[in-house]
């Protein structure tokens, strides 16, 4: 399917995070640009899959300025700038983070928490207003707008989850395992969103790990692979990016999951076996 890519939307260099003498990550690059395809809105949606204790947990929270890095950099763009390609160093609550539990205030509603969400952006009453509306509608939480957590199904947790990242911090949302541990429909429930977030706005970033390979060659359109390298024969033990796929060059972002994505995902098995 045919694309171009414009704005840089996420810059990594060099990044690498150290816990006291431990080396967590090192020389950590990537770069993730605004895809454009015609007629159609178009998100990007990043997977991030590599064997448990290689370092996901510790890029996520470098991603949502949750860790300070060691040295490198995290930059984002700066949709708030009047000035094009403007980028900005992440601070934390410039990315949006859903955890596994989709920690939501106990004591809110579903609206309550995106008022709470919306507090600080510079937007009238009405506009807010319209705003929550419109998520409500188009997400389908309108039936549950007034129900506190404990009377939401996990589906409805996480949407509103997800809609309160973006409501903080605009449009980048990293996602910790979201499928973890669900069936089916549930499953369905975070494609869904999935596909929400992504036809809502052009530089709508959606971040996430995923230890079923399959779901990362589905639904991203770009796949990193984390892993200890080989260097001079000899594995390390610190985690880097070990493998990228571009599914877009390979003409197979937003196609069904076919034969083709079982071949890339016979490729990710083995960077990650040997890793």
Not at 66 to 83: E, Q, R, W
Request: negative net charge; charged residues 25%.
């Amino acid at each position: 399917m045919s694309y171009n890519t414009e704005n840089t939307l996420l810059y990594v260099e060099n990044l690498s995070v150290a816990y006291g003498d431990k080396v967590v990550l090192k020389d950590v690059n990537f770069v993730e640009k605004d895809v454009i395809r015609e007629d159609k809105v178009t998100g990007q949606v990043i997977a991030f899959v590599g064997r448990s204790g290689r370092g996901k947990s510790t890029l996520f929270r470098a991603l949502t300025g949750l860790v300070k890095p060691t040295s490198g950099k995290i930059l984002i763009a700066d949709v708030a700038s009047k000035t094009e390609n403007d980028a900005k160093q992440v601070l934390e609550g410039d990315v949006g983070f859903v955890d596994q539990k989709y920690t939501l205030f106990r004591n809110k509603t579903v609206v309550q928490a995106l008022e709470f969400a919306l507090r600080n952006k510079n937007l009238s009453k009405e506009e807010k207003s319209t705003k929550i509306k419109n998520y409500l509608a188009e997400w389908g939480l309108e039936k549950v707008k007034n129900q506190y957590p404990s009377e939401l199904s996990g589906g409805q947790r996480q949407r509103t989850a997800i809609i309160e990242q973006i409501f903080c911090s605009g449009h980048y949302v990293v996602l910790d395992e979201p499928f973890s541990g669900l069936d089916v429909g549930n499953i369905q429930d975070v494609k869904n969103a999935f596909n929400l977030m992504s036809a809502s706005h052009e530089f709508n970033t959606i971040i996430y790990s995923t230890h079923d390979i399959e779901l990362a060659a589905e639904l991203a359109d770009s796949i990193y692979v984390i892993g200890y390298p080989t260097i001079d024969g000899k594995r390390a033990d610190f985690g880097t990016i070990v493998k990228h796929i571009d599914m877009k060059e390979r003409g197979l972002a937003w196609k069904d999951f076919g034969l083709d994505h079982i071949e890339i995902v016979k490729e990710i098995k083995a960077a990650m076996l040997s890793s």
